[in-house]
């Protein structure tokens, strides 16, 4: 089985806030200073492998950086306005799409 790409293991923890809207509200509402230890920097150490991966093939911009990662979490966050699952399921592929194009490495200039 090949190693996740980042934008998969994006797509992953979308469709578990969108299946788990509770923990995503947990998470939204621990503090920063608090939880040096929690989440945020969980998600920073599940994301180090694949991103670091992504970053080396040039497929990923080379100033994203695993600390990141919680706040793009947050931004899938935005999938809970959904009405129904299926919505949600909607807007997890929409907020991928656009996140691709703003984690992609820039060409040079």
């Known amino acids: 089985m090949a190693a996740p790409t980042s934008l998969s293991s994006l797509e992953a923890v979308a469709l578990r806030i969108v299946a788990a809207p509770a923990l995503a509200d947990y998470w939204r509402a621990l503090d920063a200073v608090s939880t040096a230890r929690g989440p945020g920097e969980r998600i920073a150490r599940l994301f180090r492998a694949p991103l670091a991966k992504a970053v080396r093939s040039g497929s990923c911009r080379?100033?994203?950086k695993p600390a990141d990662?919680?706040?793009v979490c947050g931004m899938?966050?935005?999938t809970l306005r959904?009405?129904?699952p299926a919505r949600r399921r909607a807007l997890v592929k929409r907020t991928l799409d656009l996140l691709a194009a703003g984690v992609a490495a820039w060409p040079e200039r």
């Open 76 to 78: 899938l966050g935005a």
């Open 82 to 84: 959904g009405s129904s």
């Open 69 to 71: 990662m919680p706040l």
């Open 62 to 64: 080379a100033d994203l």
